[in-house]
């Protein structure tokens, strides 16, 4: 009795394993058959620019606030940080150097990731579930247009875009906190600061990697945010759990991607 | 030209191993104005996603100026789809554009007309359902019954064959009731157009409709001019037509035996 009781526990639990992976891989499918819809559909929306003109004001602009407001305090902190640790061994001066490059090639392209799944990406996550729950997703259909055209491929190029300048913007207003706090406040030399700085930020090694990086966060948030809007249930409760998915996953995907781009990016 | 802008032939379909509709046949000759009624969860509002090809039929077929909807491709589709309009239950106006925007939408997306004519043509039609003076309101400002017109004035914004109404009188005030049937009949007679309409309102309906389908458990269950209709002894219709609470459409959901539940 009592093993024929655990037997059916185990079926049931593989049964229900089975289950959620399937549901996992058959959403993976279905995220990647959007991802490739809008690619298609780009066309449509970058012969009306102003679409995605649009969206970008909604993600990027709007974002500016809380990336600049994070990036200051980011660079404050790492110079504090950086200087109580540079000080032991007499190198202080290196400073300019770690805030810059701590910066350009982690901080600045991840935590804009981050601050964007939870700004924008909800954002359109929300947007996008309350139109397919109040049809109006229904009714462009209806109406001969396509809302992957006209809603979706202008959000996500709008993503795109928004995200490496986004990221550009926390690392450089970030560099004017650590700045602020390591030459005037703590009394580091200005121009040792600035010198090393430019002494040892290579601009394809740094800059550019952290542009990539940013870039493929943005792909990978917007899209994130996107299907999870897509495919909500059309319930408030629906709605509401896709917009905590689309934090959790995006946050996930950046922080993972980013380990495999780094990786890439030493290894070359 | 088919006498029959929509022919709906053997159709069945259903979902998740449930059937909702078996074997139904309907037609819907030009200049018309038909509906279709029904108790609710009878799946009338499915009957027109089938039409505007939203979704596939599991047997038979919908033709739409004599082209089988589900064997169309996605350009055959949107072509197919150009020929309607369809009035959403709660309007489904785009949130984020103006009333003016919202019926300039379909204009601005299918024509290259420019912007003074748009203008005259967004105006005509808001005029003929009474709003021309609230173009430039938000879509959350206006009342239900505003919304619903507004929704309407969009969905013939490029005068289609075939205007689909759901629910129009859902959750209505009997002032707006009225109004919303006057300008099914008067739009569907100036735009020679055809109207399909899916409603369980007995009363409005009637007052205005050519012919009147009903479906009950997947099954068109009567069908006939309301006047027919208003004397069937079909038990069905004579519930639906008089508004009684019991008859062969229970009252009660499908359940257990009360007594042993209630472990009597």
Redesign the interface.
């Known amino acids: 009795m009592i093993k024929s009781n655990l037997l059916i526990c185990l079926i049931r639990t593989l049964q229900s394993i089975g289950r959620r992976t399937i549901d996992r891989l058959w959403r993976l499918g279905a995220g990647a058959r959007l991802f490739l819809l809008t690619i298609i559909y780009s066309g449509e929306s970058f012969r009306r620019f102003h679409l995605t003109i649009r969206e970008i004001y909604s993600t990027g602009v709007m974002s500016l606030l809380i990336v600049v407001v994070s990036a200051f305090f980011v660079g404050m902190v790492l110079a504090l940080q950086g200087y109580y640790t540079l000080q032991k061994y007499g190198s202080s001066e290196a400073i300019g150097v770690l805030v810059a490059l701590s910066l350009l090639r982690e901080l600045g392209p991840v935590v804009t990731a981050l601050l964007f799944a939870g700004r924008a990406g909800t954002a359109i996550t929300a947007e996008i579930g309350l139109?397919k729950a109040?049809?109006?997703l229904?009714?462009m259909?209806?109406?001969?247009?396509s809302p992957i055209a006209?809603v979706v491929a202008p959000r996500f190029w709008a993503g795109v875009i928004s995200m490496p300048l986004l990221a550009l913007l926390f690392s450089m207003v970030g560099i004017l906190g650590g700045y602020i706090v390591a030459v005037p406040l703590i009394g580091v030399d200005e121009g040792a600061f600035w010198s090393q700085m430019q002494a040892n930020v290579d601009i394809r090694e740094d800059i550019i990697n952290g542009v990539i990086k940013s870039i493929v966060f943005g792909v990978a948030c917007t899209m994130i945010a996107l299907f999870e809007g897509f495919d909500a249930p059309p319930t408030a409760e629906g709605v509401s759990r896709a917009t905590t998915r689309t934090v959790v996953t995006s946050s996930l995907a950046v922080l993972g991607l980013d380990f495999v781009l780094t990786s890439f990016m030493l290894a070359v | 030209m088919t006498t029959n802008i929509v022919e709906i032939d053997n159709l069945s379909f259903g979902y998740k191993g449930k059937l909702l509709h078996k074997g139904i046949n309907m037609v819907f000759p030009r200049g018309k104005v038909v509906a279709i009624m029904g108790g609710s969860g009878s799946g009338k509002t499915t009957l027109l996603r089938l039409i505007g090809g939203q979704i596939k039929p599991s047997e038979g077929e919908v033709r739409v100026d004599g082209k089988v909807v589900h064997e169309q491709d996605r350009h055959g589709i949107y072509k197919l789809r150009r020929k309607m309009g369809m009035l959403f239950q709660h309007g489904a106006l785009f949130t984020d554009l103006s009333v003016f925007e919202n019926v300039a939408f379909p204009i601005r997306e299918h024509t290259d007309l420019p912007e003074s004519m748009i203008k005259d043509l967004v105006l005509m039609k808001l005029n003929a359902v009474g709003l021309r003076g609230a173009h430039a309101l938000m879509p959350a400002e206006l009342s239900g019954g505003m919304a619903r017109r507004v929704a309407l004035a969009r969905a013939v914004a490029l005068d289609p064959d075939i205007i689909m109404y759901d629910e129009p009188f859902a959750g209505l005030d009997p002032i707006s009731m009225g109004v919303i049937c006057d300008l099914i009949r008067s739009l569907n007679d100036a735009l020679g157009a055809t109207s399909i309409i899916v409603t369980h309102d007995v009363e409005e309906t009637f007052s205005f409709a050519d012919y009147v389908y009903f479906v009950a458990n997947g099954e068109v269950a009567a069908e006939g001019t309301p006047q027919d209709l208003l004397q069937s002894e079909l038990p069905f219709v004579h519930q639906f037509v008089h508004a009684e609470k019991d008859g062969p459409v229970p009252f009660h959901y499908a359940a257990a035996d009360y007594r042993s539940e209630l472990s009597l």
Request: glycine residues 0%; charged residues 25%.
């Open positions: 139109m109040t049809e109006q229904s009714a259909e209806m109406m001969a247009v006209r």
